[in-house]
């Protein structure tokens, strides 16, 4: 059976290794923690010269590799160059990295197109985020297993005749234990002071799919609730991308402006998790339905939030649809937030009841990242 144990991986991701971490870095450390021997592949830069490992600086068994793109785009270049073109510079990766991969995983659609130019016998495509163009990437038809992480994006590869099995997230594994120490511990379900509720929320605040006039108005009706939010704010911390729009730039000022909202930035992991102790509900409010890459069907962060054990309040997401985990709105539309949100703080404020908060924190126990590397070492071995 397939083992995820003293190998040699290739992640290729569409984003940079950088402070602020999603599944494509959680995976590289979950990897490497198991002994692999990691080959982090970032997106090409027209900056970089030629091909460049890197030692990772959070993890010794991570290497970064950063390159120099051939080319610019395929749009002018005929297909027969282009395809020749992709191959050299698959060539110029394994030369320069000069080990052969045991198993590629690729986050990233749309760029090498052949996952079979890397040579490995395990080729896993990895649809973490919906896809930006009608057809699906190439590279779920040369993938040895493809998976995704909503029912949104399997539903998009089955409709082209391409097997696919669905994953949920992954959890870090500190969390994991955190939880596990909370439901061994018990957990808060007391009564909360109207005035001392924390409300938290952890990610990039200039991400595009946020619902910002819905976030605004929430934060201005509660001048009473104390908002804090961790993660990327400041257009030079985005190596996640972000928005530097007027917009952006107004919600940033506007939130930076408010006595009641707390920007803490970039934190450790070990800051981060002791902080969010300390807050009472979790929120997450993006507007869906008017781009095909915001349908929220799905998001790593509910997992950290469902970590704590504390309530959550959600736009609709897909993937928890059926279960009690999330406060959710029940469509796409967002017209009802502010009244869920509401609803909501009463709960809290007059002490939750605690089958609520045990069956959060068992759902995080289980979605650890171990566990979504033995579905995955499952697949491969009995595919």
């Not at 120099?68 to 270049?77: A, D, Q, S, T």
């Not at 896993?124 to 993938?143: G, K, L, S």
């Not at 070990?270 to 095909?292: N, P, Q």
Request: glycine content about 8%; hydrophobic content about 40%.
């Amino acid at each position: 059976m397939f083992r995820f144990r003293d190998k040699i991986i290739y992640i290729i991701s569409p984003e940079n290794w950088g402070a602020m971490k999603v599944s494509k870095h959680h995976y590289a450390m979950a990897l490497a923690d198991r002994g692999n021997r990691v080959f982090f592949i970032e997106p090409p830069r027209l900056t970089y010269q030629g091909v460049s490992l890197l030692d990772c600086p959070d993890h010794a068994q991570i290497t970064l590799v950063r390159y120099r793109p051939l080319f610019r785009g395929r749009k002018y270049i005929p297909e027969g160059i282009y395809q020749l073109l992709i191959r050299w510079q698959v060539r110029r990766l394994l030369s320069a990295i000069n080990a052969l991969p045991d198993a590629v995983i690729c986050f990233h659609g749309y760029l090498f197109e052949d996952l079979r130019l890397f040579r490995a016998p395990v080729r896993i495509f990895f649809a973490a985020d919906q896809f930006y163009y009608d057809h699906i990437p190439p590279e779920t038809r040369t993938a040895s297993l493809n998976v995704g992480v909503s029912d949104t994006i399997c539903d998009r590869i089955r409709k082209e005749g391409v097997t696919v099995q669905q994953i949920n997230h992954g959890l870090h594994h500190r969390l994991v234990e955190i939880a596990k120490h909370r439901l061994q511990a018990g957990y808060r379900t007391a009564a909360i002071d109207p005035g001392k509720v924390v409300v938290g929320f952890t990610g990039n605040l200039r991400m595009e799919a946020l619902d910002r006039d819905t976030m605004r108005a929430v934060i201005e009706a509660h001048p009473e609730v104390q908002f804090v939010c961790w993660g990327s704010y400041r257009a030079g911390d985005l190596n996640l991308g972000g928005l530097k729009t007027e917009a952006a730039d107004e919600f940033v000022a506007f939130l930076e402006a408010r006595p009641n909202v707390q920007l803490r930035g970039v934190v450790d992991h070990e800051t981060l998790h002791r902080e969010m102790d300390a807050v009472d509900i979790f929120w997450l409010c993006w507007k869906l339905g008017t781009h095909r890459l915001w349908d929220g069907s799905n998001s790593h962060k509910l997992l950290e939030y469902l970590s704590t054990g504390r309530p959550v309040v959600s736009h609709h997401v897909s993937a928890y649809r059926g279960n009690t985990l999330l406060y959710m709105q029940p469509g796409l539309s967002n017209e009802g937030y502010a009244g869920l949100f509401n609803r909501v703080l009463d709960i809290v404020r007059q002490g939750e009841a605690a089958l609520h908060v045990r069956a959060r924190l068992e759902f995080a126990v289980a979605n650890g990242y171990d566990a979504r590397l033995q579905e995955l070492e499952e697949w491969i071995s009995h595919g």
